[in-house]
């Protein structure tokens, strides 16, 4: 390709094809082997040009094949561009940055530019810079960006800044967010937008500790926090239970004047919401008054805060207050403030109450949890017994409200210990059904009601089932197991299980060592219950009245009279009373064996003559 050589053609403008901005080039070129072929501008020279005669295009094929220089293809086409004077490098570099076929060559011109003393980069040139080294993701390029920055003595736009910082943040790359804040610190106003950026940034992520201690930078550098910056902090140390840091921040920040509606709202909230926590509801309702007073609008999360503040403190007027304020506003959407009035209502014992808050969850379209329902069905079974357990049941069921997984749990295990196994067969049948089959409180349950039934086959292909499905057995479904087979005197089986216990690393407790030396003393194998207790008690087991009725029988028959002292003694010792047919046992063992003296102590020690 032939170019004109007239002295009118010395002015050339380059057009870049995505936007309008013009860069003249007057000074004599030099060749640089990176810069592009200017095909792609040859319209524009020649409109810009004067007396120039159309640029003639010669037969390509007589031109040498480009040389692979790493480049894009497409960006080859630029291999014998000229380089411009030291102010217009600024302009060919956005240039390049605005089309997508030759931004990494941009990128590469910069790094060239900069050799140039006199070369200074624009705001908008790091912007551009900026953006393509966050989509490609080059860190190395970024942290050596931070030291033109200091260099130069320049920073990019606030926005760029920010939305640099938050996706450094993004990516966990903590050191170089701690160089660009650094950097920042020389433009307050950059700096300050920066900050904030990087904290909301940590809080997203949990990290709280981060938000503090950048915060903590800004007050050492002199930099003063805006209301926004206050908030990021003062949810941090909301999030690690500081109440009293989060109040003198709320302090400090109200000397100052606020123009955002929604910071100032957000501050009262997080401060609202940190004192609820910490159990100072009354001290949040105070401040939640002087928000609304402000005129600052409510929010339904401040309301919940507050009545679940009072509920956990059994303030049963001023939650139920708030809670009727919150629902004529409109207010009540969060499950958990209905959650914490059932719990208040319940220990109280005021049951009746619990079923006003269901009613009032369907007067705001809200679904009864399943926390609800359960918290709701244990109440009435603990307070009121288990008859009353059944009724509400139904009657919640009657109302169309849809049991979950914890409900069914708990009310299967209510119609096991009424003995109405066949009732708590069918929900667990239609638990199943509605895909709640993997509840190890409902199967262990089942299990046990039907070792008591004595259907101990069907046990066992429930726990086989429950293994299939991959619900792993726990200690109370063993110790169903070891108290069945051992009932029915299955020896074999209950040392299997033990062992199954010990293979799956199921750590036995005190009821499984029970139901162990219960067996074997039923089926008058003593040493082996011997063997089990000093298991026990080697690991630190502590004997209660089942473990130390059995223990006293198996001493008594086996006439081990010191080690039924000794197991008297550390029963009187633990506290642990007997009842009269063990007391009478101990006894006479004592009595039999001549031991005059420690069957008196028995007499003394257990109260009885």
Not at 96 to 107: I, N, R, S, Y
Not at 258 to 265: A, M, N, R, T
């Amino acid at each position: 390709m032939a170019l004109p050589s007239s002295p009118d053609c010395s002015l050339y403008t380059i057009v870049s094809a995505k936007t309008t901005h013009k860069h003249t080039l007057n000074s004599p070129f030099k060749s640089i082997p990176f810069l592009p072929h200017p095909w792609r501008y040859l319209g524009v020279f020649a409109a810009n040009s004067t007396g120039c005669p159309p640029p003639i295009i010669e037969d390509t094929s007589t031109e040498p094949p480009l040389v692979d220089n790493g480049l894009d293809p497409k960006s080859q086409d630029f291999q014998h561009f000229a380089e411009p004077n030291t102010e217009d490098s600024n302009g060919l570099i956005c240039t390049l940055f605005e089309d997508p076929q030759t931004e990494e060559l941009a990128h590469k011109y910069y790094e060239k530019a900069k050799e140039n003393p006199e070369f200074k980069p624009e705001k908008s040139t790091l912007k551009h810079l900026i953006k393509y080294l966050i989509r490609s993701k080059y860190w190395s390029s970024l942290l050596s960006m931070c030291e033109d920055l200091k260099s130069f003595q320049v920073l990019p736009d606030s926005f760029t800044c920010c939305r640099l910082i938050s996706f450094c943040v993004r990516a966990r790359k903590f050191k170089l967010v701690n160089t660009l804040l650094e950097v920042f610190k020389t433009d307050e106003e950059i700096a300050i937008m920066a900050f904030d950026s990087a904290m909301k940034g940590y809080n997203k992520l949990h990290m709280y500790s981060s938000t503090i201690v950048a915060y903590g930078l800004m007050k050492s550098s002199g930099i003063v926090p805006d209301p926004g910056c206050y908030f990021r902090v003062m949810e941090a140390y909301m999030k690690t239970g500081e109440s009293e840091r989060v109040l003198a921040l709320f302090e400090e920040v109200k000397t100052g004047r606020i123009d955002s509606l929604p910071i100032h709202k957000e501050i009262y909230r997080v401060l609202c919401l940190s004192l609820g926590k910490s159990g100072r509801a009354f001290e949040a309702l105070k401040f939640f008054r002087e928000m609304t007073n402000k005129g600052i609008p409510s929010d339904q999360s401040i309301y919940s805060s507050l009545i679940c503040s009072f509920a956990k403190i059994h303030e049963i007027k001023a939650a139920e207050e708030l809670f009727l304020e919150a629902e004529s506003k409109k207010m009540l959407r969060d499950p958990k403030a209905f959650l914490e009035l059932v719990l208040m209502y319940v220990e109280e014992g005021l049951l009746e109450k619990t079923m006003e808050i269901v009613a009032s969850m369907k007067r705001v379209k809200i679904r009864v949890s399943d926390c609800i329902f359960s918290a709701i069905i244990n109440g009435f079974s603990k307070k009121r017994g288990l008859g009353p357990a059944i009724k509400v049941y139904e009657d919640m069921i009657l109302q169309g409200h849809e049991p979950g997984q914890v409900t069914y749990a708990s009310i299967i295990s209510v119609y096991y210990r009424l003995g109405l196994y066949p009732k708590a067969e069918i929900l667990f049948s239609e638990m199943e059904k509605k895909g709640f089959d993997k509840c190890i409180v409902a199967y262990s349950t089942i299990v046990a009601m039907y070792g008591k039934a004595g259907k101990l086959g069907d046990a066992m292909r429930l726990v086989a089932k429950m293994k299939e499905k991959g619900c792993e057995p726990n200690v109370w479904i063993y110790n169903s197991l070891l108290d069945m087979h051992g009932r029915a005197l299955n020896l074999r089986q209950v040392e299997k299980t033990w062992k199954e216990m010990k293979r799956r690393k199921i750590m036995a407790d005190k009821v499984s060592y029970t139901s162990m030396i219960s067996a074997y003393s039923k089926a008058r194998e003593f040493e082996k219950c011997l063997k089990y207790y000093n298991e026990f008690r080697m690991n630190g087991g502590g004997i209660d009245r089942a473990m130390g009725g059995i223990m006293v029988g198996v001493f008594s028959k086996m006439s081990r009279v010191d080690e039924l002292v000794k197991l008297l003694q550390d029963m009187k010792m633990e506290g642990t009373r007997l009842d009269a047919r063990l007391y009478r046992s101990a006894f006479n063992a004592l009595r039999d064996a001549g031991m005059q003296v420690q069957a008196k102590w028995l007499q003394q020690s257990f109260g009885m003559a």
